[in-house]
């Protein structure tokens, strides 16, 4: 491999959708149902079916002392449901799920809580994994000696991960960008031990209503088919439920003295790892498509950013090196990264910091800004040729509240962009006085 | 019963269904060879405007030598430096102008290049391609930059990973004499003895038309492409190909073990098995076919036996998985990994393994199990459509393994077709003690980890 594949999964988040001059399959706006709005493309070359439900319930809103629950919240559901016709444990679910060939599954993010389905589009095996996935989704089961095992399980591995230098960056890094916003604190043995089954369910209750869902629908159904789908996931989902309290806003990174923002984490790794970021822009902000633009060349473009250029290409400091936005829907981040030999951790720093330097006060040539936008928009059609990026796509849209012409007009703002607007924009979110740094296992100092 | 029997009706439909999806026909799918040996592989897909565009040659690490290992990926890492046209780094620019996508990967079996486009652009990357696989020219300055980076990537992936350095240790355990118990990306050593002579030695023994294989998914026309692949290679000529040894491996005489240290909190355990493959001319070999489905007996879903009762029943182990591959140029190893539970051991997740086996060997799998598994086969097939790269990849891994890609869909026939009795009978025959290799990984705690600081 050339390029570890979480540069390439960050390409593709940092790239979000594309625009064509091609015709773009049009997003559908289905029946609102339970409150829960529902959108679809229609695709029928292939008899199948990609469903996902977006719920307003990601780690965001774990409450404190108690991360971790959102995530046992959305997992358990897996492992044990009451159907309409009885109670289905978990060696039902699985089994039945796969004599269908369909394919069901759970995750959670910082902002939401995503449930996929995957199934053959002939209506008998459709409506049965959508009965299924109902059934998970709206009436999880929530076994105390499940709750145990799984709690262990959760434990285990984050010991685990507590070995590994990126799960150790990653953690420090985040409490430091996030400071007072709930996302600052990640799960730990402490906060998984204490879920009880009625943190469980009262979260459940809390969150998973259809006043907090989303449906997104790409493949082979038609319109009337489609909300068929929408009724039979939501039936017995709430529409609404208690008032929740609204999140804190996440505080804009600080103008502090180097001390103060960076960390050296001392560890004995073989290599250095190294985070640099500070808070930055949600999805729907204007100025999106300018940063976007801008790190392309900065250090999202593969193999041909100024990043890699500098860090990779003439030092061979490091074999992965990247920096992206992480646009959600309320607050975003921008992140810089790399992993060198332990003694090599300073002079990576430093040229990092100068190459990010150089680029907030100076911005990209005219050349490089052609050559982002020449790759952005003759690359759009790889962003949705297939009924998964498709279904990416409307998902990121529809949570994000974009326009449904997004994948349409794409393309026109990446290529509207100027060097002024770039330049502005990085001047206006992003500071070397205020990037936070985590540098650890260098062994240099 | 109501479930079992509702059950049994949709499994009884989803077959029938599905018996299309292997019956298809091949209309779509085009093979070529031109006159220097290059194979050409065209699969048309016109769902949308892009193509996959894989040149892939049969040169991995199984073909390197001693005290050279590491050397077929490093090539691959040169392959982006320039040629006596586009120099170092300009092949990238190229791609990302055109807005393609593009890396590169290396295996033990093959070494694979890559670009997916929009597909007016697909000229323009066929002729990069087929410029660099006669006119790589390199300086020595930029080996002497790549070869660090490629020993940061194995610092990265190896060094500062457990799991990477239990499985490179099994691997040195399990062969003795074939080169599948060297990493792919090399032993560090020989990675830091390693000169620019011999990455060229290496490109210049393989980088041939006659070793590789195009492949083109997506929205094309096999004719069009067949003229531009003969424009831009036709020229080129074949060159005999170093000899292959067999090197193949002597019969195990009974069970290794090996145990490795590093910074972790669980110990990990693997088992692994010499067992066959699919060997090409002998596709109705039932014993491959049935060493997949028990790989899916014991793991294929999430109430798969390992699952069901090593993590979920008897909490012995916090994670396991089994991995087997029938297609494959080199020898074939059935195995499984596990992640210790909190307070176990690992003589007791062996316990609980071995009893996972015993049991299939004593009684048998399940008609009902088998018949699950060959839904999700099928069913997979018609997701997979939804990939041309992942068509694309199929076809020419398939390819690089000694079969045709013809001979996918009669694999997938033969697998319908395989019984719980011949897949209790490759229990029975290959997993055994004497052809087992066991690799346990002891945790240990990091040596210094002192206090967090500031600047």
């Known amino acids: 491999m050339r390029v570890p594949y979480k540069v390439i999964l960050i390409y593709l988040l940092g790239f979000g959708l594309l625009d064509s001059a091609q015709a773009i399959l049009p997003i559908e706006k289905l029946d609102t149902y339970k409150g829960a709005k529902a959108y679809l493309v229609q695709t029928k070359t292939l008899p199948m079916v990609d469903i996902e439900v977006s719920i307003d319930a990601g780690d965001r809103y774990d409450p404190a002392g108690k991360s971790g629950l959102a995530d046992m919240t959305a997992g358990l559901m897996n492992y044990g449901a009451r159907g309409e016709k009885g109670l289905l444990s978990e060696a039902q679910i699985a089994d039945e799920i796969a004599d269908l060939g369909a394919n069901i599954g759970l995750s959670v993010g910082g902002e939401r809580a995503i449930l996929r389905i995957r199934t053959l589009s002939r209506k008998d095996l459709r409506d049965r994994a959508v009965q299924l996935a109902s059934a998970m989704l709206s009436t999880p089961t929530y076994d105390s000696n499940i709750l145990a095992r799984e709690k262990q399980r959760t434990i285990t591995s984050l010991l685990e991960a507590e070995t590994k230098p990126d799960y150790v960056l990653e953690r420090r890094f985040k409490k430091m960008i996030y400071g007072t916003y709930p996302l600052a604190d990640s799960p730990s043995v402490k906060s998984v031990g204490a879920i009880t089954v009625s943190d469980l369910q009262k979260f459940h209750q809390q969150f998973y209503r259809g006043d907090r869902m989303i449906v997104s629908i790409v493949g082979d159904v038609d319109q009337a ?221 | 019963m109501r479930f079992n029997l509702l059950r049994i009706t949709f499994l009884f439909l989803l077959l029938i269904q599905l018996s299309w999806a292997t019956a298809k026909d091949q209309s779509d799918t085009h093979e070529f060879q031109i006159s220097n040996g290059l194979k050409l592989i065209i699969r048309e897909d016109h769902r949308s405007p892009t193509v996959a565009h894989m040149v892939w040659y049969r040169a991995g690490s199984m073909d390197e030598v001693n005290g050279k290992t590491g050397v077929a990926h490093v090539l691959e890492h040169m392959m982006f430096k320039g040629t006596d046209k586009v120099k170092a780094g300009e092949f990238s620019r190229l791609v990302a102008a055109v807005g393609g996508r593009e890396n590169a990967f290396t295996s033990r079996d093959y070494t694979a290049y890559f670009q997916q486009v929009e597909k007016s652009k697909l000229d323009e990357v066929i002729k990069l391609e087929s410029d660099r696989m006669s006119n790589l020219n390199f300086d020595d300055a930029e080996f002497l930059k790549e070869i660090q980076v490629v020993m940061e990537e194995r610092r990265l992936r190896t060094e500062d990973n457990p799991s990477s350095l239990l499985n490179e240790s099994l691997m040195a355990t399990a062969y003795m004499s074939s080169p599948y118990r060297h990493p792919v990306v090399g032993w560090m050593n020989d990675l830091q003895n390693m000169t620019a002579a011999d990455a060229r030695e290496w490109y210049r023994s393989w980088y041939k038309p006659n070793n590789a294989t195009i492949v083109i998914a997506g929205d094309v026309d096999a004719k069009q492409v067949l003229a531009t692949i003969e424009k831009y290679y036709g020229a080129v000529s074949a060159q005999e190909l170093p000899v292959r040894k067999p090197q193949i491996e002597p019969q195990q005489k009974g069970i290794k073990q090996v145990q490795v240290k590093a910074p972790a909190d669980s110990a990990q355990l693997a088992m692994a098995w010499k067992v066959p493959r699919l060997e090409p001319g002998k596709l109705d070999d039932p014993e491959p076919y049935a060493l997949e489905l028990l790989t899916a007996v014991l793991d294929g879903y999430d109430n798969a036996r390992l699952n069901r009762t090593l993590v979920k029943q008897e909490k012995v182990v916090n994670d396991v998985g089994v991995g087997y591959d029938m297609v494959s140029r080199g020898p074939e190893l059935f195995q499984i990994n596990a992640t210790m539970a909190k307070g176990k051991s690992v003589t007791q997740a062996q316990a609980s393994i071995r009893k996972a086996i015993d049991e299939i060997k004593q009684k048998g799998v399940l008609e009902s199990e088998l018949k699950r598994i060959k839904v999700r086969i099928l069913s997979e097939q018609i997701y997979k459509r939804d990939s041309i790269f992942g068509q694309a990849m199929e076809i020419v891994s398939t390819e690089m393994a000694g079969f045709s890609w013809k001979d996918i869909d009669y694999m997938l026939e033969k697998m319908q077709t395989i019984t719980p009795e011949q897949v209790q009978a490759v229990t029975k025959k290959y997993l055994v003690d004497e052809c087992l290799t066991i690799a346990v990984l002891y945790p240990q705690a990091r040596k210094t980890i002192g206090q967090e600081g500031k600047q």
């Not at chain 1, 392309?296 to 500098?310: A, H, I, K, P, Q």
């Not at chain 1, 297939?386 to 703002?413: F, Y």
């Open chain 1, 225 to 445: 088919q489609a909300n068929e789908i929408v009724q039979t996931l939501l039936n017995r989902i709430p529409r609404s439920g208690p008032a929740i309290a609204p999140l804190p806003q996440l505080e804009r990174s600080p103008i502090e003295p180097l001390a103060q923002r960076e960390v050296q984490i001392p560890f004995d790794s073989q290599q250095a790892h190294i985070a640099m970021g500070m808070t930055a822009v949600a999805r729907n902000n204007p100025d999106y498509f300018p940063l976007l633009v801008g790190n392309y060349v900065l250090g999202g473009g593969g193999f041909v950013s100024r990043l890699m250029s500098e860090v990779r290409e003439k030092r061979g400091l490091a074999y992965s090196v990247f920096s992206y936005f992480a646009p959600g829907k309320d607050t975003g981040t921008f992140q810089a990264g790399l992993q060198t030999k332990s003694d090599q951790g300073s002079l990576a720093l430093e040229v990092m910091s100068d190459t990010i330097a150089k680029f907030i006060a100076d911005g990209p040539t005219s050349s490089e800004l052609a050559a982002a936008k020449a790759n952005l928009v003759n690359g759009y059609p790889l962003r949705i040729d297939n009924n998964r990026k498709l279904l990416d796509n409307v998902s990121s849209i529809v949570w994000n509240d974009l326009p449904l012409e997004t994948m349409e007009v794409w393309a026109k703002q990446v290529d509207a962009v100027t060097l002024n607007q770039v330049s502005a924009a990085f001047q206006k979110y992003l500071a070397m006085d205020r990037m936070k740094i985590v540098v650890l296992g260098a062994q240099n100092k």
